[in-house]
């Protein structure tokens, strides 16, 4: 089968296009064949790799562990062992391949019970295609984690989401709209209009007003870029308020060690754990019409270069598909 493998550290030139052995499903797992995925934060952090803890999990010098990106994916089960109960061949799925990755490739097995780390899938919701059903478990999940397990979002809050034209972001205000809070959407003008209508009740243009000088308070900041002032963000929480961290940086904890904590605000990071019962949870959402995925730009698995170089920048709206197969 083709699969994008890099054996070194490095530039997205280090991801190449091999033929490589089709996997076997053992008696728990599914052998999924994929037709779509996507380019996420977690993919180019453990190619390049960034933070130092990549090369902890996945060897000092070069990649050991696993050699094959890829979080996210869409496909139909060809095959599944003799224990598999829950799928049967030609189901189309939805879901990840957790912190194994694989998923840039034309097939990969996966357990059926699996939840977290091993990866986790159910059905694809019927109202979406492959390429939209791909780039929803990642980013829709951390947002759901950090709006729901970590703030505990009600309705009649005041919510603010940095960077919510990013893939997290997206979600982000869709969730939190969703959950009854009044959403106010941080992100460049140019995204201003799609954004709004994903839920958005008030915009603001980073380049032009800084949100922690206005005198607004906040019952919650939603960080979904790692980009703001712990400082200045903390300013703008209401007394009781949480600080939302999607992207945990060292950096970032150390800022959090010696930030004030004063009149019981939080900040709060962690990690989203990719739980079966939040895809099946997205899955009720996405066909009731209550979230949908917003993508930028979709790319061949054979221009996965070009694909990973334009994530990157730092441009990208929403999600970036990589189609496996074409439909």
Known sequence: MKAVVFEKYGPPEVLQ??????PTPKEN?????????????????????????ARMMNGIFAPKKFNILGIELAGVVEAVGNEVTKFQPGDEIFGTTGFTFRAYAEYVCIPEDSDGNDGSITHKPTNLTFGEAAVIPVGADTALFFLRTQGNIQPGQKVLIYGASSSVGSYGVQLAKHFGAEV?????????????????DKMIDYRMEDFTQSGETYDAIFDAVGKLSLSGSMKALKDGGVFLDAVHMMRRSVQAKFAPKKNNKRILGGTAT??????????????????????????????????????????????????????
């Open 29 to 53: 797992e599914v052998l999924i064949k994929i037709y779509a995925t996507s380019v996420t934060a977690a993919d180019w952090r453990m190619r390049k790799p960034d933070p130092f803890l």
């Open 184 to 200: 106010t959407a941080v992100c460049s003008a140019s995204n201003h209009e799609w954004v709004k209508e994903l839920g958005a």
């Open 17 to 22: 296009l091999k033929k490589i052995e089709k």
């Open 274 to 327: 990719g739980l079966h019962e939040d895809l099946i949870y997205f899955k009720e959402l996405i066909e009731a019409g209550h979230l949908k995925p917003v993508i930028d730009r979709t790319y061949p698995l054979e221009e996965i270069v070009e694909a990973t170089r334009y994530v990157e920048t730092g441009r990208k709206k929403g999600n970036v598909v990589i189609t496996v197969v074409e439909t």
